[in-house]
């Protein structure tokens, strides 16, 4: 039994190194297996399998008259369980994107109020509401516009800056 505790008892601690070593098989086997097993062999799921054989072994050692071997045997297939859980779940936690990230023309377009006047020769600031968040841009303008005034995004020139033009009625 004591073999046992001690696999689960390392694989808690291989998870606990994971959080450290993160990508570290991974990077050695790199290119080695061709894809195969492709996030199998990293440290959480080869964790979370020593732990699950370690502690289920236990356990099945411990509260039934079955020997090592049968203890092993379910340990292993609870191993295998666990293991594949905590890929499937690394995978759907990296793949997550729920959200679509706004891009630059997506400004194109929407209408804003000066926060700070905007110089003929410089910039000011307008607010804009971008993924129904307001948000604070940079702005230029080919004529002067007073703060308050409403404009339109004509183009995205940075990531926090655009060009506006006044709204006229």
């Excluded at 994107?97 to 905007?118: E, F, H």
């Excluded at 971008?130 to 940075?158: C, H, I």
Aim: charge should be negative.
């Amino acid at each position: 039994m004591s073999l046992f505790l001690g696999l689960g008892i390392a694989g808690i601690v291989l998870l606990a190194l994971s959080l450290v070593l993160d990508g570290v098989f991974e990077g050695l086997l790199d290119g080695a297996l061709e894809g195969l097993f492709d996030g199998w062999l990293s440290l959480p799921v080869i964790a979370g399998f020593i732990s699950m054989l370690g502690f289920t072994g236990a356990i099945v050692l411990g509260a039934t008259g079955l020997g090592a071997g049968a203890a092993t045997a379910v340990g292993a297939a609870a191993g295998i369980a666990a293991g594949w859980g905590t890929w499937r779940l690394s995978r759907s936690l990296m793949r997550d994107q729920s959200a679509v990230i706004p891009r630059a023309d997506d400004l194109i377009g929407i209408a804003g109020a000066v926060v700070t006047a905007i110089p003929a020769d410089g910039y000011g600031e307008v607010l804009l509401h971008l993924a129904g968040q307001p948000v604070k841009f940079a702005a230029r303008s080919a004529d002067p516009v007073q703060q308050g005034a409403e404009v339109w995004v004509e183009a995205a020139l940075s990531t926090t800056s655009v060009a506006v033009r006044p709204v006229t009625h």
